[in-house]
């Protein structure tokens, strides 16, 4: 394995519920999005996280903010 | 193992629960124990987000079906008395007054009786000698005096009388006081929509009228009212780390493992509800009312409750001036492979208001799948057995 790690953007929710609500309305908005655990770096934040890719950032955040679930919490994260 | 398989039956006891199940919805609770059986919300690996969508899903549903704009406002509980329970001791509070019907099942009675001893004021209104609840009767006693909460079940469990929910809810809102209403008789049988009723909290049973497995209900509460939840424990999301509860919903309430399964079948249900529930409901409520004409002509028979031809959830009970009721059970399961129940039904207040606390009644539920020829065969069979 020599390749650098893949960045990606990983949104932290409060709840589960939230988390796929999430996802849902990501879909929905054309962003493609990964549920992986959540991050020690998320803090408190429910047991699945939301992985994109840097770039789908914004957009995300706008899908999100519209969509009423904004991330409680964010953080780069390597893929492995 | 059961060493014998049980015979096929008449089957007339909706309204303790419902059977047959919809195939679907025992497909469902198979795929979650089996396809999908991992512990939702606790992981994100395939099987187990698999777990958490049918959890998300099925309150969607449910949600959808009821009336509720924002899901996470239904909370999965064990069922209709743990949801009464959590309604009413997680919103009440030593020196509250509530006005409760005396049409109660004790499923709120008794965490009623519970809390007067905490502290909690019970004041009774009576229903009428057919058990229906009159809003004016609400209305004065909740002006009488400083009231927390208005107390009322949705449908009768004895006789099936529907009372005025939306009406008791203006009545408590004009005075300050919350409306808790305990919907086990209502969800599946009437046309059930929450924010249209505006009520505070509804409680509802999974496996009744909804048509889920036994072991599931949902409890609502409108969007900031926050009772205190009845357990504490791990919840999948929030902040492990964190020694309080989350307070956020639904997880607040939802503390340990939920019953997946029964989750899974009660989504189904309610997927199939949103479907066919009006149709469903139609055909119920012939059936039922060519059933209650059938028995009130029967001479010596009483049936309990609003005039036959009246609205009403699809039960009723009766008795007899020839056979005990338990007697009356009895030879219908044993000689007519008929089933239905006698006795109390859980709400001795109820009986205590119809004048049969002493005797008891036979208690007939209709629901989804029971056919013209289950009316004909309970009917002819008391007619033979009274006549």
Redesign the interface.
């Known amino acids: 394995m020599s390749a650098e790690p893949r960045r990606f953007v990983a949104y932290g929710f409060a709840s589960v519920h939230d988390a796929l609500a999430a996802e849902d309305a990501l879909k929905a908005g054309d962003v493609a999005v990964t549920a992986i655990p959540s991050p020690r770096a998320l803090g408190e934040s429910c047991g699945i996280a939301l992985r994109i890719v840097p770039q789908d950032a914004e957009a995300a955040e706008s899908v999100l903010a519209r969509a009423g679930l904004p991330p409680r919490a964010s953080a780069e994260v390597d893929d492995i | 193992m059961t060493d014998a398989a049980p015979r096929s039956c008449v089957y007339l006891d909706h309204s303790a629960t419902s059977w047959p199940k919809p195939p679907e919805v025992v497909d469902a609770v198979v795929g979650a124990m089996t396809v999908s059986g991992a512990n ?5 690996y395939a099987m187990a ?1 698999a777990a ?2 049918i ?2 899903e099925s ?1 969607r549903a449910c949600a959808d079906l009821l009336g509720v704009p924002d ?2 406002d239904l909370a999965f509980v064990s069922g209709c008395t743990e949801a009464c329970n959590l309604m009413l001791k997680g919103l009440l509070a030593p020196g509250d007054r509530v006005v409760v019907s005396s049409m109660e099942h004790n499923a709120i009675t008794r965490p009623l009786h519970a809390l007067s001893l905490t502290g909690v004021r019970v004041d009774v209104v009576r229903a009428d000698e057919t058990g229906r609840v009159h809003a004016d009767d609400f209305e004065r006693a909740v002006r009488a005096e400083p009231t927390r909460a208005v107390i009322c079940q949705h449908a009768s469990n004895v006789t099936g009388a529907i009372h005025p929910v939306a009406d008791l809810a203006d009545i408590a809102h004009e005075n300050g006081a919350l409306l808790l209403v305990d919907g086990a008789q209502a969800v599946g049988h009437l046309d059930v929509d929450l924010a249209v009723l505006q009520v505070d909290a509804y409680a509802a049973s999974g496996h009744k009228g909804l048509l889920g497995p036994q072991g599931v209900g949902v409890l609502y509460l409108r969007p900031g009212l926050d009772a205190t939840e009845l357990l504490q424990g791990g ?5 492990s ?2 020694e309080a509860q ?1 307070q ?4 607040r309430y939802e503390a340990g493992t939920p019953n997946t399964p029964g989750i899974a079948g009660l989504g189904a249900a309610a997927r199939l509800l949103i479907a066919h529930g009006a149709e469903w409901r139609a055909e119920e409520q012939a059936v039922f009312g060519e059933l209650k004409r059938g028995l009130a002509a029967i001479p010596g028979v009483t049936v309990l409750g609003p005039a036959v031809d009246e609205p009403c959830a699809p039960t009723l009970s009766l008795v007899s001036d020839r056979l005990d009721c338990d007697r009356i059970a009895f030879e219908l399961d044993r000689r007519y492979g008929i089933a239905v129940r006698s006795g109390l039904h859980c709400a001795p207040w109820a009986h205590r208001t119809l004048g049969t606390l002493e005797t008891g009644a036979v208690r007939i539920g209709v629901g989804h799948g029971t056919t013209r020829d289950a009316a004909a065969a309970v009917l002819a069979a008391l007619r033979e057995m009274l006549s």
């Open positions: 939702p919300g606790r992981g994100a987000l958490s969508r959890v998300f309150r899901a996470r919840t999948g999301g929030g902040s780390e964190d989350p956020g919903r639904p997880e």
